[in-house]
């Protein structure tokens, strides 16, 4: 118990970290998984060609070789960031492939016959497009988007590893100083639940209030 | 997969003559934008010495050669223990997890979500530092309990996805309850969930790599040793376009195997009375539905 309240501000820095790579890298993985989205459904086949070799290099990368390739891969060419920084990266791109797919095939579980009333309503293609489908395609992205950011905080552990502040690296320095081993991994384990089930939860109650009617 | 092909979704109607110039001109633009990208970063890569014949020397060497092959052979010995282990691991917590007895049930959900919520590392780490194991090991413990608790689910959804038919069907056939299971539920639901059962080996394919942080002789460990070597003047950039595509090529395959086989069973007249998932690897958000039958759009 006295490995978490001697320590409690290396507790709450790691913590602190890993909520913050969390927030960071699921914005930009949001942002790039959407515009990466919306390229896979263009008309434009160079655009699609793109967002398909995106999706399909990222989700056959593994997270340790991306972490690799990116933490000491780029500074070799004379761009040096901080390592949180280069974290956000590896992640954000990584789990932007996954948000992707989740959002591409919210996309498609939308009818067709949707998009040909909107039009034959004389909606303009920004109308349709904000009025009829993406509101629907909103509604059965919710579980899987969420699933994804859950398992992007899961991943933020890798961050750790590679000597970022966060919550998993505070064992190094906890077993240097001497405590229990197991009791500073179940103070871990309890970080990561409570970012994870806060996810979860919030997602939860996201799906509650737009979800499909099941 | 559904393709996305234009007028495919609900997005378009089907472009008419302008409307092809105009994307053709986008088509051309985007592949002038892409094209320019390449050339910066190949530029770049010169600029910064990366074709020096030091940095390459290292790969011509039969020692070099060998480690990185050893390093590999590393990779995939994990990898088959580690999806041995955790097959058998998953099938356990699902019957635990189907089991009658309240017990039980509750002993495997328990174990499922509490591993499934915990990310892999950790357990590794766990078991590498607090338990203090050997690599090999902590590696293959931690991939197998992650993906043990996955594919857990991912059967336990695979049997209650078989049409409730064939499981009365089977009772009113004076069958026992391990009978129904292992003669009707499971074989229908193994098919049915094999394209997700192979998305997550790729999971755990891809998860090896996590053994190069607790310093597992593994492929990337191979490579960062050559990296790191100060007479060839530290091939960061080469070692990774060696390594990366060979990492991404054995999981582009197993990916690949995936869709083909979710094809397959798709056809098949052996899966009629269940749904074919989606060659997917499992969702992780507790309570979640993994993935598959109840998915909406796809049959």
Same mark, same amino acid.
């Given at each position: ?10 507790? %709450? ?19 790039? %998984? ?17 967002? #398909? ?59 067709? %016959? ?50 970022? #502040? ?29 970012? #994870? ?11 509650? #209030? ?5 | 997969?559904?393709? /996305? ?35 910066? &970063? ?179 460990? /191979? ?34 195997? /995936? ?16 749904? &074919? ?23």
């Amino acid at each position: 118990m006295n490995v978490l309240t001697d320590n409690l501000p290396l507790f %709450g820095e790691g913590f602190l970290g890993t909520v913050e790579l969390t927030v960071y890298s699921s914005l930009l993985a949001l942002a790039l %998984g959407f515009l990466m989205a919306s390229f896979r459904v263009a008309p434009v086949a160079s655009l699609r060609a793109v967002g #398909t070799v995106w999706v399909a290099v990222l989700r056959n990368t593994p997270l340790t070789l991306l972490f690799f390739a990116v933490l000491l891969g780029l500074p070799r060419f004379g761009l040096v960031l901080p390592f949180k920084v280069f974290a956000v990266l590896a992640l954000g791109c990584y789990t932007s492939a996954f948000i992707c797919e989740a959002l591409r095939s919210g996309i498609n579980t939308v009818p067709r %016959g949707q998009g040909e009333a909107a039009r034959s309503l004389g909606m303009t293609f920004g109308q349709t497009l904000t009025l009829v489908v993406l509101p629907q395609a909103f509604r059965s992205v919710i579980p899987p988007v969420g699933s994804t950011l859950i398992a992007l905080a899961k991943n933020s552990a890798i961050a750790g590893a590679f000597s970022v #502040t966060e919550l998993l690296g505070t064992y190094k320095t906890l077993g240097e100083l001497g405590y229990d081993v197991v009791w500073t991994f179940v103070w871990i384990a309890l970080g990561y639940l409570v970012v #994870t089930l806060a996810i979860s939860a919030l997602f939860t109650a996201l799906e509650r #209030t737009w979800g499909v009617a099941r | 997969m559904t393709a /996305a092909a234009p007028g495919a979704t609900a997005l378009y109607d089907v472009p008419g003559p302008r409307a092809r110039r105009r994307h053709r001109l986008y088509g051309i633009l985007t592949t002038a934008a892409v094209l320019a990208l390449v050339a910066w &970063v190949v530029y770049l890569l010169f600029d910064t010495g990366q074709f020096t014949h030091t940095k390459w020397t290292p790969f011509q060497y039969e020692g070099i050669q060998r480690m990185l092959l050893r390093g590999l052979g590393n990779t995939l010995k994990a990898f088959a223990i580690a999806a041995v282990l955790s097959l058998a691991l998953g099938a356990v917590l699902a019957a635990g997890r189907l089991s009658d007895h309240r017990p039980v049930r509750w002993a495997a959900t328990v174990v499922v979500e509490f591993f499934r919520a915990m990310p892999v590392l950790v357990m590794i780490f766990f078991v590498f530092v607090a338990l203090k194991v050997q690599p090999l090991p902590a590696l293959v413990a931690g991939l197998t309990l992650y993906n043990g608790s996955v594919l857990a689910e991912v059967f336990r959804s695979g049997v209650a996805a078989v049409e409730r038919g064939q499981r009365e069907a089977a009772f009113a056939l004076g069958m026992r309850k391990t009978q129904v299971m292992t003669y009707v539920l499971v074989p229908q639901a193994v098919r049915a969930m094999l394209p997700a059962i192979i998305s997550q080996l790729v999971v755990a394919l891809k998860d090896t790599s996590l053994g190069f942080l607790i310093t597992y002789e593994e492929f990337l460990h /191979a490579g960062k040793l050559i990296a790191s070597n100060l007479d060839y003047d530290l091939p960061f950039i080469p070692v990774v376009v060696v390594i990366s595509p060979i990492y991404i090529g054995m999981c582009m395959l197993l990916s690949r195997l /995936a869709h083909w086989v979710a094809r397959w069973e798709r056809r098949s007249p052996k899966t009629e009375a269940v749904d &074919v998932a989606p060659a997917e690897p499992g969702t992780l958000l507790p309570r979640g539905v993994p993935p598959g039958p109840r998915e909406p759009g796809r049959q």
